[in-house]
Nanobody, 121 residues
Framework: QVQLVESGGGLVQPGGSLRLSCAASGSIVRIYTMAWYRQAPGKQRELVGS???????TYADSVKGRFTISSDNAKNTVYLQMNSLKPEDTAVYYC???????????????WGQGTQVTVSS
C-alpha cells in the first residue's frame, strides 16, 4: 500500500501564499503521476495541478500563473506553491498519486486525507 501525508494547509489572507507538501511512502515500485485536487463545500472535487515522473505539468485554468506544482522524485514528494490566493481557493486540498507497488500488478490510485486551505480576511 501507499500512504500519502499532506502538510502546509491553514488560514491565509487574500493575496497571501501557502506551500503544500505531500510525501508518499510504502511499498512503492514506481510513481507515475502526483497531483493535487481540491474540493470546496457543495462542489465536486477538481484537479488543481499534476506532475508526471518526467516533470510534465498540467494546471486548472483557474490557478495558472498563481500556483506551481513541483516534485522531488528521490523523496516521493510533491509540492504545491500557491501564490496570490483568493477566497475562491478555499477548499480541502487532496494529494493524489498513481503508482505501482510491490506484489501487485497494474497502476493504482491513492489519495491523501486532505488538508484545509482557507483564504479569508
Amino acid at each position: 500500500q501507499v500512504q500519502l501525508v499532506e502538510s502546509g494547509g491553514g488560514l491565509v489572507q487574500p493575496g497571501g501564499s501557502l506551500r503544500l507538501s505531500c510525501a508518499a511512502s510504502g511499498s512503492i515500485v514506481r510513481i507515475y503521476t502526483m497531483a493535487w485536487y481540491r474540493q470546496a463545500p457543495g462542489k465536486q472535487r477538481e484537479l488543481v495541478g499534476s506532475i508526471t515522473s518526467g516533470a510534465s505539468t498540467t494546471y486548472a485554468d483557474s490557478v495558472k500563473g498563481r500556483f506551481t506544482i513541483s516534485s522531488d522524485n528521490a523523496k516521493n514528494t510533491v509540492y504545491l506553491q500557491m501564490n496570490s490566493l483568493k477566497p475562491e481557493d478555499t477548499a480541502v486540498y487532496y494529494c493524489y498519486t498513481a503508482a505501482t507497488i510491490l506484489r501487485t500488478s497494474g497502476i493504482t490510485a491513492y489519495w491523501g486525507q486532505g488538508t484545509q486551505v482557507t483564504v479569508s480576511s
